[in-house]
């Protein structure tokens, strides 16, 4: 069963090493500070966990897919992707793959049984330790009519007396330890489970609707209780071989530092994002993981770190981008904290397919211990002709994912569904909010907005510098992407790149998108000024408008409303400024949910 014992958790070395990036060095593919190197040697982290595929990209379970997650450096696998769209008929929750004794099952759900019941096979046969993921409870069960709704968070119910899914009611608990029985007695090759108490399809009730069993009582008093009863089904009699894994996703800071001093000691630990706000490749280690896990670390509770270790990923969904040198900056900012035990893929793997941000990993868990520079160089040289130029390219990739503003928002992330297309209202950088304890507290300390008001004009200007930083250095990358293809040789490198170079070209428009948008916006706002004090409209300011429009007309292909936009403009700049780039409270989403300036 793979144990894992305590003492190769806890005595683990600690990393230290100074990571800096020069852009202009970068650009002309100069060495990234040469200089720089590890303070002490690095360890592995015990436990490397996998995902195979992702929610955009099918992965099937292969002896060939395995064997190269193992290549790589992985000892351990997620058996589910665990989504919360359930992408391919993925399992999220226990109800998806277990059912209680004389409670109608669920469709689908023996089928999905059995296919986890055989990655899980396989993944011992390869020595591979396994993990089933789930939230719970799960939302949308009625435990007092024992109704099932797939239809996700459309459950979550902040308002009722009696919701589905308060872990202090009897009934709600009960279910779930039973579906955990089940799922212990019907998977014998699962070795740990991790758990997500908000989101996946688990929610809570907060202490402040009047709610039948928990108004009044802080959910950092009722939470851990029903945590030590799932830890209980699972590790009883076992826990030397067995862990739960719990993920305090979607708590606030102080919830969760009052949370920790009440959670089991032995078979268990903690899976935690990268910072309190999210996985981001560009944000790793903030003070809430550092406190975390510091204060597991003295209780002796593990801790692994959740990241993207990939070129495809959440942030720039469903775009594949590499930035090897972000990678690795996250790698050598997780291992040196004290009480990290090992790491995880968040979004999903490739492994089959050719990746410099995996290659990163592969490098360093075989034990690599020079600088971010010299990993970036060692990838570069595996291109042959194309080595010369791939050190630029790839460092002018990371560059970009760097510069781009992941922390104005939430919404900045899932890049590639974006919509070039800007709306002709007044930009905006739309907040993300969900009624959960971390959105309404600690997560404003990463992201700029959490709500939807319109931001201040400097708001507006520093995400349209950043913004058009970005799309510099990935016009840099694309000239140099073009070169790059003619000079590879295999047809499956070619490929990739191609697919690259697509993408690339793709992030650089919306983060021009954004740029025009924003821009455009706070010289309307500032043309409308002169027209209110009743002064002509600032030259300098009108002929920078027009110029800007001519910029969104390229970027949009010549293509939509943008050209009846500068057409109005060029006939009457004062009434285009009057008419269009006019802020708004509404929040149509026009742009789909992801466009992150447009209402």
Known sequence: MNPISRRSFFGQATASMAVLSTFSAAAQGEHLNPEDSCAQALSNPEMR????????????????????????????????????????????????????????????????????????????????RTIFHFGSPYLDYNPYTGEV??????????????????VANPLVAQHELKLLEELRKNFPDVDDIEVYTYDQDAWQTAEFQDSKYSAGVPLAERLPEYIRKL?????????????MWWEPWELSAGQVYAVLPQLPRTGFGLM??????????????????????????????PVIAEAFWASRNEEIEPLTIPAPRL????????????????????????????????????????????????????????????????????SLLSDARQLYPWDASWLGRELGRASIDHGWSAATIRGAVANTPDWQSTRRVIFM???????????????????????????????????IID???????????????????????????????LRETNIAQQLRRNLELKKPLNPRLVAELGALLDEDVVNQHGKGRVLEMKRLYTEDPANFVVSYLLPSDASPMEGGTFTLTTR
Not at 463 to 472: G, K, M, P, T, V
Not at 488 to 509: G, I, N, P, W, Y
């Open 272 to 301: 935690i994002h990268t910072n309190v706000g999210e996985v981001q490749r560009s944000v790793p280690v903030d003070l809430w993981f550092r406190n975390t896990v510091r204060i597991c670390h003295s209780m002796g509770i």
């Open 487 to 517: 000079l590879l040789e295999s047809a499956e490198e070619k490929a990739f790149f191609t697919v690259v170079q697509h993408d690339a070209d793709t992030f650089q428009r919306v983060s021009l998108s954004y740029a025009l948008h």
């Open 449 to 483: 907005k959490t709500d939807n008001l319109q931001p201040h004009f400097w708001m507006l200007e520093d995400i349209q510098l950043r913004c058009r930083l970005a799309a510099e250095a990935l016009a840099q990358a694309l000239k140099i992407g073009d070169e």
């Open 149 to 166: 709704r797939r239809i996700g968070q459309g459950g979550v119910d902040d308002e009722s007396f009696d919701s589905n899914y308060d």
């Open 49 to 128: 966990v996998a995902i195979l595929g992702d929610p955009e990209k099918k992965v099937e379970w292969t002896d060939a897919a395995l064997a190269a997650l193992k290549k790589i450096g992985f000892n351990a696998i997620q058996l589910n992707i665990a989504w919360g769209s359930r992408p391919f008929g993925e399992p999220l929750d226990l109800i998806d793959v277990v059912s209680v004794p004389g409670e109608p099952e669920q469709p689908g759900t023996a089928g999905m049984r059995a296919e986890i019941q055989r990655r899980a096979a396989m993944a011992k046969r390869h020595g591979l």
């Open 327 to 394: 990678a690795d900056e996250v790698y050598l900012a997780v291992m040196r904290v004290p009480g990290i035990v090992g790491i995880k893929e968040y979004y999903g793997l490739q492994p089959l397919s050719i990746d410099p941000d995996l290659e990163v990993l592969r490098i360093r868990l075989a034990g690599f211990q020079g600088d971010s520079s010299a990993v970036l160089k060692q990838i570069a040289g595996r291109f042959g002709r194309a080595s010369e130029k791939m050190l630029p390219y790839l």
């Open 231 to 243: 830890h209980k089904v699972w590790t009883e009699g076992r826990a030397a071989t067995h862990r």
